[in-house]
């Protein structure tokens, strides 16, 4: 008989290993294995139904994309880019082609809710709507009652829509109170340029796609700045496709941004001395007389008048002294200025990043002067200036006005003086100082905000009403603060509104009724459309302009049509009406402005010194720049399928990471990927240090979103609001602070 | 494929276009960052110098649909599969075992895992591409040039009595939505096709061409460092710009 020996064991098992792996057995059981573990009934599935294409336009931000909605049944599955509509051309940006997801957003909000006690905290009930409604009627017919109407604002966070009518009719209803916004640098640009250009009749845009070159002084060119719009063409400059050939753009930024890394030439100037480099250009292009005078308008005060002229202001800012403050070489100061001149038409453009704040008015100031000096005003492929829209007159009494109502910037008001705020939804697609609206509220102020989302503005809110997400009700899409031309389109609802969403129409009518008024005529998507109506009419009789039709290949004359039914219709259907007018002549500029109202603005910063920076620099060693993408900077709802940039590569920054240069971060004694605590005079904030070889020495790079919550992923909270960290102006943030980093 | 990195400016659409189309989840919050599902993966890669001499070249890199494809030879159970007529390497999840050696043997990290089951948020589920079913979890999945949208115009083109597709009658999702045109798409064995004469432009080439892999994605730069980083330096993808080490110069 055979003993069983150690041997013959080990040898037994031996056998059965290799046997397993020669038989189908084992791994049979672990693909069934995988199989079983793997379906759930819970597991995703997709809807069935018809499908079907309809074309719009995206309301997502103020540019007006032309889209293409893929349809399930009535649910819109994705959005891909219009061929050949005029705003876009073709493209869309990240944001509209996860614009599918928004309805279903975890921080879209199905019911009115309020704020737990007082204070800014996050906690929230839920309270019926009609109570909700009087509540804030109470507070408004107190208000009145007791003559403060003053104190009741409707801040629209994106004006010159068919709404914003219905925002200013309901303040006229009231009896007072005031219409606001919070202006963007684009606007803020705008605002300088109605400074500088005499009795101007319209608004500036930029003629980009015929200019031959760029000088942006850290507008985001190739992240969104403009939409997607123009991108084909801008990216035909990009880096090494003209080799040899000027560049096509300059990018005037501290830090290498995308565009500053694809721009054909990047000036790292040192962080806050644009209106510098601005002033040494103008230098340049005077004293090498690269100015054609003949070519542009009338300048007022180019030589010296009772105050000194401008040619005697920038004597003083020779390459060598620009060289200094900026940190760039003399001849890379001299060379751009002759190739700006040379390259005509060539284009300065300002108005800042949308994470990091506008530029001040002396920035802007110097750079519509340096456009002046091009001959950059009102030439093909510069600075064009475009007419009003066609004034509609309304049958409703109150609307006899042209459709441009200018709301008051939030920033001008006093301190406190705000009671009741009602806030639009719109997501601004900027970041704007939290601390600088709280300021303007009274002590008892209440804030409540008529929104899809509860991100954004909606969560500085004590109440919040439900509307309607985008594509879920009629928008209308007036044309985008300095677009080179006017356009106007309208984005229909595209699959029906929710039960729970009220529109933010109706919700007005309905306050204005508790408050014991009597709203005139229609409200909700009625009023909407009445005066949509009315703009649509105002735009046939104006016999101006061109139609673009999705179902056509080529822009058809306005006065072609049979009537505005006919163009109602073509709007509709993802159309875009596109104002052939002539550009209005600039007769008139002033560098100074009017009454020399811009020269302080200049000078201040013209030692190259912020008079913020003279913070203890031995305190906080480092410049903190704050930055951000358009659309997704202002901490709105984003597509959650955004976390594809933000989290799943490395390709756009969270609002958790401080970066830094190696070399800085190695003088701070700091790691790379660690724990670290970013502070300012204004306080301090957890941060994940992070080494960024892009990023200027000295520097610490944060951007302003998007936070998670805006991203959807509601259980990791807020996340860091960078801008509470940043010393604030009048008007926003300074996009430099002084600030300390430090790991802990 | 052929990809013009002088064009890409970095903006992720093709990413975002990407996840839509071929409906990729968001993973869970408490995920690694990096951990997502991605199919085609937009890298942010440096000079090796350092500021202001310091630059930047992003490379999107999608499955390369490499001719010698190692994914497919590992594969036990023949989840990796290989069509003759169009080049696409394609990967069928109900078979996919989920042991991962394909991932270990793709040379580009063209290959993602599904660590969780794939979830949405709630309702959103809705707003899916009806083309293209969610995997599941355990199994490894990557790009294959949209094969929904291959398939939708095969039928379009049935219907009108046609075998051949149109020029540009299929592309991909990340090329229709990329939007400086960055990414063209045609057939690279047809010489006279616009895309095939791009791959063969003096300023063409491939990822890790020293592999042998052959890729059918090609890339164009007119920069030589940008086309050092590609062909022999591949780990700078996973490396990019924010970088533990000392600089190093590479030209
Ligand atoms: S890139 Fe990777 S996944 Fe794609 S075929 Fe090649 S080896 Fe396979
Ligand atoms: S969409 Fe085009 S430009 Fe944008 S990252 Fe992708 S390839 Fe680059």
């Not at chain 1, 109706?506 to 459309?529: F, H, K, M, R, Y």
Request: glycine residues 10%; hydrophobic residues 40%; charged residues 20%.
């Amino acid at each position: 008989m055979m003993s069983i020996t150690r041997r013959t064991i080990l040898k037994m098992f031996g056998g059965v290993a290799a046997g397993s792996i020669i038989s189908p057995l084992p791994w049979k059981l672990i693909a069934d294995g995988t199989i079983w573990t793997q379906n759930w009934s819970w597991m995703a599935r997709t809807l069935r139904g018809p499908i079907s294409t309809k074309f719009t336009t995206c309301t997502l931000c103020p540019e007006g994309c032309g889209v293409r909605v893929r349809m399930v049944g009535e649910n819109p599955v994705s959005v891909w880019a219009q061929q050949n509509h005029p705003v876009s051309r073709g493209t869309i940006c990240p944001i509209g082609l996860g614009a599918a997801q928004l309805r279903f957003h975890p921080a879209r909000i199905e019911r009115a809710i309020q704020r737990n006690g007082s204070g800014r905290g996050n906690a929230w009930t839920p309270i019926a709507t009609e109570t909700a409604i009087a509540e804030t009627g109470k507070i408004l017919a107190e208000l009145r009652a007791s003559g403060k109407c003053d104190g009741l604002a409707v801040l629209d966070l994106r004006p010159g829509r068919a709404i914003s009518d219905l925002y200013t009719d309901f303040l006229k209803l009231a009896g007072g109170g005031q219409y606001l916004t919070i202006p963007s640098g684009r606007d803020l640009s705008g605002t300088v340029f109605k400074e500088m250009a005499d009795d101007l009749a319209g608004a500036p845009g930029y003629d980009l796609l015929h200019s031959r070159m760029i000088l942006s002084f850290g507008a985001p060119l190739y992240d969104g700045w403009t939409g997607a719009g123009p991108v084909p063409e801008l990216a035909l400059r990009l880096t090494g496709i003209r080799a040899g050939n000027p560049p096509g753009v300059i990018q005037v930024e501290p830090n290498q941004s995308p565009t500053a890394a694809k721009a054909g030439r990047w000036l790292a100037i040192k962080p806050g001395t644009e209106t510098t480099l601005a002033l040494g250009l103008a230098h340049v292009i005077l004293d090498e007389e690269l100015y054609n005078k003949d070519a542009g308008p009338a300048v007022l005060d180019l030589e010296d008048g009772p105050q000194p002229g401008f040619r005697s202001y920038v004597r003083h800012f020779t390459p060598q002294r620009v060289s200094d403050i900026t940190g760039l070489a003399p001849q890379v100061i001299a060379q751009t200025a002759r190739d700006l001149a040379h390259q005509q038409p060539s284009i300065a453009i300002g108005a800042g990043d949308a994470g990091g704040g506008p530029l001040g008015s002396g920035e802007e100031a110097a750079i519509w002067g340096l456009n002046c000096l091009l001959n950059g005003l009102g030439r093909r492929g510069s600075i064009l200036t475009r007419p009003a829209l066609p004034a509609s007159v309304g049958k409703d009494s109150a609307l006899k006005h042209p459709w441009t109502l200018e709301p008051r910037s939030i920033w001008d008001l006093p301190d406190e003086s705000i009671h009741l705020l009602i806030a639009d939804g719109a997501n601004p697609g900027f970041a704007w100082p939290k601390q600088l609206l709280e300021r303007k509220l009274a002590p008892s102020a209440r804030i409540v905000c008529l929104t899809p989302f509860l991100s954004g503005i909606a969560e500085m809110a004590d109440l919040l009403l439900p509307t309607p997400a985008p594509g879920e009700w009629l928008e209308d899409i007036p044309p985008q603060i300095l677009a080179m031309k006017n356009t106007y389109g309208l984005a229909p609802s595209i699959n029906p509104a929710p039960s729970f969403a009220l529109h933010p129409g109706t919700i007005l009518a309905n306050i204005a009724i508790a408050a014991g008024l009597q709203p005139p005529g229609a409200s909700g998507d009625e009023a909407v459309e009445r005066r949509i109506q009315d703009r649509i009419e105002a735009l046939y009789n104006s016999g101006r302009g061109g139609i673009f039709d999705p179902a056509a290949t080529e822009i058809k004359p306005s006065n072609e049509l049979r009537d505005a039914e006919e163009l109602r219709a073509i709007l509709n259907r993802g159309g875009c009406w596109i104002d052939q007018a002539e550009p209005v002549p600039v007769t008139s500029f002033r560098f100074f402005g009017k009454e020399g109202r811009m020269r302080p603005a200049i000078e201040c910063v013209t030692n190259g010194r912020l008079e913020l920076l003279t913070v203890s620099e031995k305190e906080y060693p480092l410049i903190l720049m704050p930055h951000g993408s358009s659309g997704i900077a202002g901490g709105g709802a984003v597509p959650p399928v955004l976390t594809k940039l933000h989290r799943e590569s490395n390709l756009r920054p969270f609002p958790a990471q401080a970066q830094i240069n190696p070399a800085t971060g190695r003088k701070l004694g700091l790691k790379n990927r660690s724990s670290g605590e970013l502070s300012t005079p204004a306080g301090s904030l957890q941060v994940w240090i992070l080494f960024n070889e892009s990023v200027m020495p000295g520097v610490v790079r944060v951007a302003t979103g998007p936070d998670p919550v805006s991203l959807g992923d509601l259980k990791s909270g807020k996340g860091p609001d960078i801008l509470q960290l940043c010393a604030i102006t009048e008007r926003s943030v300074r996009r430099v602070s002084r600030a300390a980093l430090r790991m802990i | 494929m052929v990809i013009d990195l002088d064009r890409c400016t970095g903006c992720g659409a093709c990413m975002v276009a990407c996840a839509v189309e071929n409906n990729l989840p968001t993973p869970p919050v408490e995920a690694q960052d990096n951990r997502g599902l991605t199919w085609l993966r937009v890298y942010q890669c440096g000079n090796g110098r350092t500021f202001p001499d310091f630059k930047t070249v992003f490379i999107p890199v999608p499955c390369m649909q490499c001719d010698h494809a190692p994914c497919i030879h590992v594969c036990p159970v023949t989840a990796v599969d290989y069509d003759t007529e169009t080049g696409i390497v394609g990967q069928i999840p109900e078979r996919c075992m989920g042991c991962r050696y394909c991932m270990a043997a793709c040379p580009y990290h063209a290959r993602t895992f599904n660590w969780w089951d794939p979830v949405w948020p709630k309702g959103m589920e809705k707003s899916l591409n009806p083309d293209v079913s969610p995997r599941m979890r355990g199994t490894a999945e990557k790009c294959n040039f949209c094969h929904g949208r291959l398939h939708r115009a095969r039928e379009k083109a049935a219907s009108e009595g046609r075998r051949d597709l149109n020029p540009g009658e299929y592309i991909p999702a990340c090329v229709e939505a990329c939007p400086t045109r960055a990414i063209h798409f045609g057939d690279l064995q047809d010489s006279e096709d616009p895309v095939a004469k791009l791959s063969k432009s003096p300023h063409a080439f491939r990822l890790l061409e020293s592999l042998r892999t052959f890729p059918k994605v090609f890339y164009l730069s007119r920069q030589d460092w940008v086309k050092d980083v590609g062909k022999s330096r591949l780990e700078m993808l996973r490396k990019d710009i924010y970088r533990d080490s000392e600089s190093e110069s590479n030209g």
